[in-house]
């Protein structure tokens, strides 16, 4: 269960200096870590329903092209340079039920699973709901990886800014998906039998753009904290999202279109 951490509110000064350091030598850190949030980023999960049984419960509707990003993430290739692994702030039972809406049989490609109990709670805050922060540092001592990851080899894809506090240069915010847009993705499949990959979110697509952007940084945190998912253009807002930039997703959307076409990895968006 969980035990009290030492609380920080922001990024340590030590982080912050690695964060502007050139990289370790490539061939000592080819190896990244990829850590998926669940709710908001990989899946909408609605509110508590009653199901025809009388049971309450909540269903799980994952993203558009989660079929497709497993496919990639577990592809030989990918897996050769890429560990990647779930952590979600919900509780153990809960994580499991998303994590199978997801990945279904590819669960066993994830180096590992964390859920609410990795989030330094008290007890008191673990059955609560308190704002939590994931903090990388206990992902890089405690992953049973043969390579040590760092902020150099790093990256968290999350819907929420705050889950990230600590290591804010390793974060690639993702759009949080919502009711509103697994719905418009539902009634683009209705209204057409072969629907484009470009009637539904993208998002996913895209961040198979920004991995392979990553697989050659050595040091993760830079290239995020230099606005590498901004491309590192001068003539955009640094407060702007990636995703909020319509030049700038259709570039990652693009990026990693192409990668999957390069893999052989069918692009199906798979809505349920
Ligand atoms: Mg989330």
Redesign the pocket.
């Known amino acids: 269960m969980a035990h009290k951490e030492i609380r920080r509110s922001g990024p340590s000064h030590a982080y912050l200096s690695a964060s502007l350091l050139p990289g370790p030598e490539a061939q000592t850190h080819n190896r990244k870590l990829l850590i998926l949030?669940?709710?908001?980023?990989l899946l909408y999960r609605t509110p508590p329903m009653t199901d025809a049984h009388g049971n309450r419960r909540r269903i799980v509707y994952p993203r558009p092209y989660m079929p497709t990003l497993c496919r990639y993430l577990f592809h030989p290739r990918t897996r050769g340079w890429l560990d990647t692994m779930v952590w979600?702030?919900a509780q153990p039972r809960n994580v499991a039920e998303m994590v199978e809406a997801c990945f279904g049989e590819d669960k066993a490609g994830l180096v590992d699973v964390w859920t609410r109990d990795k989030m330094g709670l008290t007890v008191r805050g673990y059955n609560q709901k308190t704002s939590t922060v994931k903090n990388m540092e206990r992902v890089w001592a405690e992953l049973p990886t043969p390579e040590r990851h760092s902020l150099f080899t790093t990256v968290l894809f999350?819907?929420?800014f705050s889950?990230a506090a600590l290591q804010p240069h390793n974060h690639v915010p993702v759009e949080?998906y919502t009711q509103a847009m697994h719905e418009r993705d539902v009634h683009v499949r209705v209204q057409s039998a072969d629907p484009s990959y470009d009637a539904h979110d993208h998002t996913l697509l895209a961040a198979i753009g920004i991995l392979e952007a990553l697989k050659s940084e050595t040091n993760i945190a830079n290239w995020i904290r230099c606005r590498g998912l901004l491309r590192s253009k001068e003539n955009i807002d640094a407060g702007q999202r990636w995703y909020q930039v319509p030049e700038i997703r259709d570039y990652w959307v693009k990026s990693g279109t192409h990668v999957l076409e390069d893999l052989g990895v069918p692009i199906v968006a798979g809505i349920s």
């Open positions: 949030d669940l709710n908001g980023c979600s702030s999350d819907d929420s889950k949080e």
